[in-house]
């Protein structure tokens, strides 16, 4: 069997676990809501990176899975809420929570989301399980911190590079180094493997921001699901703003304010941007980060014993940095 | 020591232990309204229960302190975003967190408070530490599932007692039975005394959330924080609502239709449903509906051996009965 192969099994065992887990939950008012992300597929490289670094140090994948449920999860309230806050109408091709029902609903079914999550990893029976929870909470505490200087970020005029590594650090990244790091616990690694896939999951997460930056505005509402652009409608500082207001001409950055001057912007107004950007060198100083980001996340790697989930994991951060949604 | 002093002591340590945390944390766009309502005083009833019922059964204090402090901040994550959902702007006197800043300031808040009570929970060191996780845990997702209830039967007509019973159960009376419940864990009760503190703390938990039915349209707003009357202006199903429904005359129940037909609802519209409410003696039945559920705890209570602590326990359950806030 080959890696593609490998991964597509791997993401339909997550995948059967979850219809699994949604099918089993009564059909009440709360679950249908918390549901509707969840079962929308989507990419689950969360759960993939806790699965392959799990095995990568040599553990067991009972534990895993379903500790790599748990961390979708995880992942899927964070989106349910993220997505109320920044006013996003759709995600993976179908309506928000909050745009098919209401806010209250949204507010509900992430918190639902939240606590199911934990109650899976509470079910978990491993030596280790206090280290796992402490993992993802403190993670979690971070990821909050994360989207909170993403708001900020959203009116403040002048925010450098520094700033905004730090924001994406714990907004997006710090996730990816937790479900590596707990597959590695759960794995029952030692210190420095533990170590190495956490900074692998660190690494790759913020090549993955970079990277998710640049196909806000370069890929197509059919591709990725949502409208192109959407981060600039919103005002989001993003590693491509943030480069074009550094390294554009005075003249480029005067007609790039004009259009954020605009109350609304049209999809002809999102393509002058992105023309904008591609004469600046924007989109070749990201890919440039996010390849910096990949090799980063792959050196880690060479510190951990060969494998086939290691060199699994490899291809994988590959994939990431390769990607078109 | 008397048993006010006792609990005025308890309360105290309670405080200050909030206090350092808040003041452990770094001013972040993230710390200040998470602390907001956190901070804003309040019963500290859970608290309170939660280091009696681990006294009660001969439990050590220094674990059930900052597991009080936890129990306190799920239930500050619970009311944040209650608030929101149910578009109250006052809460303890002070202006709730969404209308202080913003709804996803608030959003954001409430997730970081349920992270918090959790990292609160993993630094205890106690062997039976997954059992009372597992039980705030399940607790909260009760909670979620009562939240769903009550939002639901809103927009409902035709809500009987025992619909209501069994809302009140998961949303109010749920946290109560966890926090005796995890209280009697961490001082490492035997099953039966466990068993006794968990139905103590249900049966306390709907006495009280009647109660709390009651105190919203009788009592004053310098009293509770809140205005008189929210209940009815959102169009909760509330005990009185209830009985008031299945025991008036056609003609107060006709008379009552036409102000919740009303867009708004004024002060004096307020009061003269106060008044249809007495002429059903609905306020009578709640009383006894508080007087019988309150029975039923301090009922559990004399399966415990006799201690200060179980007195204190039922004193604090009468006090509860008797509350005007």
Redesign the interface.
Known sequence: MGFDARIENLRNQVDSEIQNLCRSKRT???YEPMFHLLESGGKRIRPLLLILSCRAVGGDIDNGIHAAVAAEIFHTFTLV?DD??DHDSMRRGRPTVHEKWD???A??A???L???A??IL?NLNHPR??EV??TF??G??IL??G???D??FETRESIVLQDYEQMIEKKTAKLMEVVCEAGAILGDACKSDQESLRCFGLALGKGFQVQDDILDILSEESVTGKPVGSDIVERKKTYLTIHFMNHASEAQIKRYQTYLEKKSLSHEDILSIRELFRQARTFESGRQAVDQHIGDALACLDELPSCEATEDLKRLALKIQNRIH
């Open positions: 009440e008012s709360l809420h109320i806050m806010e209250a609903t507010i509900l992430g918190d639902g939240v606590t199911l934990y109650q509470l399980l206090i929870l402490q909470t403190n979690l505490m909050c911190e989207q909170a200087m708001k900020a």
